[in-house]
């Protein structure tokens, strides 16, 4: 089991994801956007964050700048949800820290819980 | 030295609609105005005889008169200097500018200096200055230009309109795939039969939707430019093999099978291969698509030094020459009966030809109705 935070500002998608990894057997908590992520992650302390890279308020760059991911949180696992139109913000996600990413409009739940276990091995 | 001197035919001059001017260069007086003054800027012949240069320079428009001065005193100094006998149809210097009309308003001008005639000396004794109003023209350049403008703005707004709009149509339509995925990936109860194939209709049509939003959405940043290519140095014949597995199971489905052609020694290229891929499995869609089930579709990769090729060929319906310029437009479709069921957004051949171009090559058509076609994309290294 492991600690993960879902950080997705639509409603339909965040809860279908919550849905499936809780069936995994995983704990989890959501937010809404990029403020929302950075308080639950205080008292939270996931072991992998779902970041969508796009949300209103504060997008999920700014969140991984923010925490400052890749040097202060090295053991936090950090998948960007995104799409194939945005490769710059991958890329500057990948610097930042995150691990892995899925392009949404092209990932089933079952796509979505592979990656997270794949991930959460590494 | 010859004199140039020839009397002007005053009776004609004064025929012609633009104004005709003779100019002492020595004394910077007009001896001669013709009527048409009275018409182009509402003063008298005499108004200019008598005022001179002065007078003129005194009615050209403020912002124009420094430049007017420099170009006429530059041409005049220099046809001087030359001492060159010059025919009437070779103006020593041609200008637009502004000149104030009597009631207020400024006329534009196109005005030609030509030499008249020369002292003993060779020297400039008088020029004929030509000018016609050319305030109409002006305007409908000026309107055209404006126009333009217009219209770039307009496509820009439209192009962002899409961009937006795709983008909000996305994640609905997203949703939607996870919320059947969900079911067809047994999070909710065993479905039965008919449920399985309901849903998986369902699910091929919301793929189908996403394909039309993701097409929509790299071509209006391709047209709004926001597209970069991300070049790297690629295996050509890798990423060539990559786009025909991509392609597997559509051809599959259709019964259509593959011949893939390489060459013996690799192709490397700086290319982007994400799109340079996009793009291979554009033109193989589209052969699959335009192919009756059962055909064979060849994709081929040759080589020299200098380019590549990479061409997709196939046996199918094929594209009456009238149709080419026709392939590569937005939303362009081509009737044909027989392919009536073919699905697309007509984004394709588009964003392909645009992709290859950004790449400094260009896709080109082969084809024969009834026999099938051929797109070589070809691309310099």
């Given at each position: 089991m492991a600690k993960i935070l879902i950080v997705e500002d639509e409603k339909a998608l965040n809860e279908a994801y919550k849905l499936v990894l809780k069936r995994e057997g995983h704990d989890i908590r959501v937010a809404m956007n990029g403020q929302e992520a950075l308080k639950v992650f205080e008292d939270y302390k996931p072991d992998l964050m779902l970041l969508d890279l796009r949300m209103p308020k504060m997008g999920g760059l700014e969140v991984l700048e923010q925490l400052d991911a890749a040097k202060k949180h090295p053991q936090l696992k950090i998948i960007v949800f995104t799409n194939y139109d945005n490769q710059e913000e991958i890329d500057k996600a990948f610097k930042q820290g995150a691990t892995s990413y899925i392009l949404k409009a092209w990932s089933s739940p079952g796509d979505l819980v592979r990656v997270v276990n794949t991930t959460l091995k590494k | 030295?010859?004199?140039?001197?020839?009397?002007?035919?005053?009776?004609?001059?004064?025929?012609?609609?633009?104004?005709?001017?003779?100019?002492?260069?020595?004394?910077?007086?007009?001896?001669?105005?013709?009527?048409?003054?009275?018409?182009?800027?509402?003063?008298?012949?005499?108004?200019?005889?008598?005022?001179?240069?002065?007078?003129?320079?005194?009615?050209?428009?403020?912002?124009?008169?420094?430049?007017?001065?420099?170009?006429?005193?530059?041409?005049?100094?220099q046809a001087d200097r030359d001492k060159i006998y010059r025919t009437g149809s070779d103006p020593i210097s041609s200008l637009e500018f502004r000149m104030r009309h009597k009631k207020g308003h400024y006329v534009w001008m196109h005005t030609d200096c030509i030499v008249y005639d020369r002292?003993?000396?060779?020297?400039?004794?008088?020029?004929?200055y030509i000018a016609n109003d050319i305030s109409e023209r002006i305007e409908?350049?000026?309107?055209?230009?404006?126009?333009?403008?217009?219209?770039v703005d307009i496509n820009k707004s439209k192009d962002e309109f899409v961009a937006i709009a795709s983008h909000q149509l996305r994640t609905p339509?997203?949703?939607?795939?996870?919320?059947?995925?969900?079911?067809?990936?047994?999070?909710?109860?065993p479905l039965l039969p008919d449920q399985r194939s309901f849903l998986e209709k369902a699910f091929e049509s919301n793929e189908r939707q996403l394909h039309i939003v993701d097409d929509m959405l790299r071509v209006a940043q391709l047209d709004l430019e926001k597209m970069n290519l991300r070049?790297?140095?690629?295996d050509i014949g890798g990423l060539v093999k990559d786009a025909a597995a991509a392609?597997?199971?559509?051809?599959?489905?259709?019964?259509?099978?593959?011949?893939?052609?390489?060459?013996?020694?690799?192709?490397?290229?700086?290319?982007?291969?994400?799109?340079?891929?996009?793009?291979?499995?554009?033109?193989?869609?589209?052969?699959?698509?335009?192919?009756?089930?059962?055909?064979?579709?060849?994709?081929?990769?040759?080589?020299?030094?200098?380019?590549?090729?990479?061409?997709?060929?196939?046996?199918?319906?094929?594209?009456?020459?009238?149709?080419?310029?026709?392939?590569?437009?937005?939303?362009?479709?081509?009737?044909?009966?027989?392919?009536?069921?073919?699905?697309?957004?007509?984004?394709?051949?588009?964003?392909?030809?645009k992709i290859v171009e950004l790449h400094g090559g260009r896709i080109k058509v082969e084809s024969a109705p009834g026999k099938g076609s051929t797109f070589t994309i070809m691309l310099p290294i």
């Open positions: - | 030295m010859d004199v140039f001197y020839k009397p002007m035919p005053r009776h004609l001059v004064e025929l012609v609609p633009g104004m005709v001017t003779l100019f002492n260069v020595k004394t910077s007086k007009y001896t001669y105005v013709n009527k048409a003054i009275y018409k182009v800027l509402g003063y008298k012949p005499h108004d200019l005889i008598e005022g001179g240069s002065e007078f003129t320079h005194s009615i050209v428009h403020p912002d124009d008169l420094q430049f007017v001065l420099e170009k006429d005193s530059e041409a005049l100094r002292d003993e000396e060779g020297r400039l004794d008088h020029v004929l409908s350049e000026r309107k055209l230009r404006q126009r333009t403008e217009d219209l339509a997203t949703a939607v795939k996870q919320y059947l995925g969900l079911l067809l990936e047994g999070y909710a109860e070049p790297v140095r690629t392609l597997q199971g559509r051809l599959k489905t259709r019964r259509q099978t593959l011949k893939l052609s390489l060459p013996k020694t690799s192709a490397q290229a700086k290319v982007d291969p994400e799109r340079l891929q996009m793009v291979i499995e554009n033109l193989l869609e589209n052969a699959s698509n335009y192919s009756a089930s059962g055909k064979e579709i060849e994709l081929k990769l040759r080589h020299t030094a200098k380019k590549i090729e990479i061409s997709v060929c196939d046996a199918g319906v094929g594209i009456n020459r009238d149709d080419y310029p026709k392939l590569f437009q937005k939303f362009s479709r081509i009737a044909n009966t027989r392919t009536n069921s073919v699905s697309g957004t007509g984004l394709g051949l588009y964003f392909s030809a």
